[in-house]
């Protein structure tokens, strides 16, 4: 008897081994998006900027990791990490300050799917 469910707890332990494990997934590799997929920031100054820092959280939906994050302005808007990865994953996005017609994040997945996020930084003129 005690064979018999060493012999099979070996077999498991390879079929777990040869999927990657028997964990929890960080999702569905079919599916990948990022939440928000778009993001605007609206200031009443002409430069777009504020005296604190704007920031958001972005979270990656499906795809698998580990993710690669890169944003097309750095030096307007920062990610708080080049990659991510575990249960749920997720960055941060803070914008520098300065107005952005349109910038990208591009989330790039183990399998080198891609998904991007648009971000823009406005000046709005106050109304009268």
Sequence with gaps: ??????ISSLALLGLLSACGGGGE???DASEF???PSEWTWTYSNESCSSSVQESIVV????GQAPFKIVSSIPSRLQVDRSE????D????VTHLGGCVDT???????YHSKLVTMEFTAEYEEPSQ
Excluded at 59 to 62: R, Y
Excluded at 84 to 87: E, M, Q, V, W, Y
């Design 1 to 6: 008897m005690k064979k018999v469910f060493l």
């Design 25 to 27: 997934n960080a999702g």
């Design 33 to 35: 998006s990022v939440t």
């Design 59 to 62: 979270i990656i939906n499906g």
């Design 84 to 87: 991510a990865s575990g249960k």
């Design 89 to 92: 994953p997720s960055f941060r």
């Design 103 to 109: 910038a990208t994040i591009s989330v790039v997945d």
